[in-house]
């Protein structure tokens, strides 16, 4: 089970962290990614990791300016998120693949979801 935490509403140039909590350790092996999903959209890639956390890869709306990190001994993932635009404005998602260990894009790859928080950015 996955719980996402941190999403809010903040101005356009602000920043956010997201927080990803898994409820056993087994998230600590398997890869790792965040999706957002904004109304009336489908979910689309944000960012992903490996399993220790080695290895990122993002989209381009968000390279340069969101990391994705995790913290293992903590059964956590994060996703800092700054100079946030409007256009970040969605329900964020973190997902991990238990039965991968390298970079995961694809959603569909991925089997188990926290149950997202929303991010909004005002201009």
């Known amino acids: 089970q996955l719980e996402e935490s941190g999403g809010g509403s903040v101005q356009a140039g602000d920043s956010l962290k997201l927080s990803c909590t898994a409820s056993d350790n087994s998230f600590n092996s398997y890869a790792m990614g965040w999706f957002r999903q904004a109304p009336g959209k489908e979910r689309e890639f944000v960012a992903a990791?490996?399993?220790?956390?080695?290895?990122?890869y993002y989209a381009d709306s968000v390279k340069g300016r969101f990391t994705i990190s995790r913290d293992n001994a903590k059964n956590t993932g994060y996703l800092q998120m700054n100079r946030l635009k409007p256009e970040d404005t969605a329900v964020y998602y973190c997902?991990?693949?238990?039965?991968?260990?390298?970079?995961?894009?694809?959603?569909?790859?991925?089997?188990?979801w926290g149950q997202g928080t929303q991010v909004t950015v005002s201009s």
């Open positions: 990791t490996d399993w220790n956390g080695g290895g990122t």
């Open positions: 997902a991990s693949d238990r039965t991968r260990i390298d970079i995961v894009v694809e959603p569909l790859e991925y089997d188990y």
